[in-house]
């Protein structure tokens, strides 16, 4: 299990006088984890990109401008940490509906995201055509997601044997709720990636709730690291709501995939702030003490205290950067809002072959 506590270098040589030298002062641990200041601020500047984009696309809904939300607010440690740590331009990335943050690290635009939030017709994942969080984006090695949940965990082994057989060294992370932990793909993905010793890190992103249900109800014994040992893998469990311990953690991760060695599985616990949705009413399931008792130690709080308490920068350089992601974020919303709708007459563009297609999987 990856470690969340500060490095520290300790003496217990004695002086000449027979007197003990004192502890030397902790290393902080971005220092002991090798991040510079411009590593430290580009984590925080994605995690409250993500946040003020999904924070928009809720005024958005409620406006009726936008069909609906699936929010990553409480989850941007975990996505953030996990890009950090692996190589973005040769890794491979399956994400599931809740990994804005995740997107908008690996080089999606606020424009981009915002095309598909209101679905228009040069949106890079669909044109327009899936709902809101079905992120694929081949430029940056982003496999398309599919609806049923925990699927993706199948591709994910796909596209890592694939990196086994042709020697590529590439890496590959796939995330699910807990609640997907309880379907029959993702234990047999972890099956299959365990037995052939692939280069894939199933990343668990554990937020309490699947939908309604809490963990209790939906994970028996109530630990998802736990089960990596029936798999022939290491199961990690992590502080979610730690951007460095997550990319500590998946850091280890991928450089056990990248040596040959194999799979891993990621537990990073936290909590969502939101409902499950837009069109969910989370009051039913949950008390408001309870949802505010998480606020207190949410990610990106937590983090900026961090980078406050250890001088990395000061309250007028974050306010900058919070500046600057505000004219981003209106920028994005107010130039997609006013571009063109999918067109009906390409409806079947990448739902059915076209006669060209045709022919040429025929001729071949």
Known sequence: MASTGSATTRSKAASPRGKRVSASKPVPRHEALGLS??????????????????????????????????SCQGHEAIQIGTVFAMERDKDWFLPYYRDLGMIVTLGVTPREVMLQHFAKGED???????????????????VTGSSPVATQNCHAVGVALAAKMRKTGEVTVVSVGEG???????HESLNFA????????FLCQNNQYAISVPVPQQ?????VAARGTGYGMPGVEVDGT??????????????RARSGVGPSLIEAKTYRLTAHSSDD??????????????????????????????GIASEEELAEIKKRIDREVNDATDWAEVQPDPSADNTPLHVYATDEERSAAYNS
């Open 37 to 70: 200041k411009e590593v430290l601020l580009d984590m925080f500047y994605y995690m409250l990109l993500a946040r003020s984009l999904d924070e928009r696309m809720w005024l958005l809904n409620r406006q009726g401008k936008a069909p609906f939300v699936i």
């Open 124 to 142: 890079p994942s669909s044109g327009g055509r899936q709902m809101p969080g079905h992120y694929g984006y081949a430029k940056h090695r982003v």
């Open 180 to 186: 997907g932990t309880s379907e029959g793909d993702w």
């Open 194 to 201: 365990g037995v052939h010793d692939l280069p894939v890190i």
């Open 219 to 223: 994970v028996a014994g109530g630990s």
């Open 242 to 255: 730690d951007v460095l311990a997550v990319y500590e953690a998946m850091k280890e991760a991928t450089e």
């Open 281 to 310: 009413n989370d009051r039913t399931y949950r008390t408001r003490e309870e949802v505010e008792e998480w606020r207190a130690k949410e990610p990106v709080l937590k983090y900026r205290q961090y980078i406050l308490d250890n």
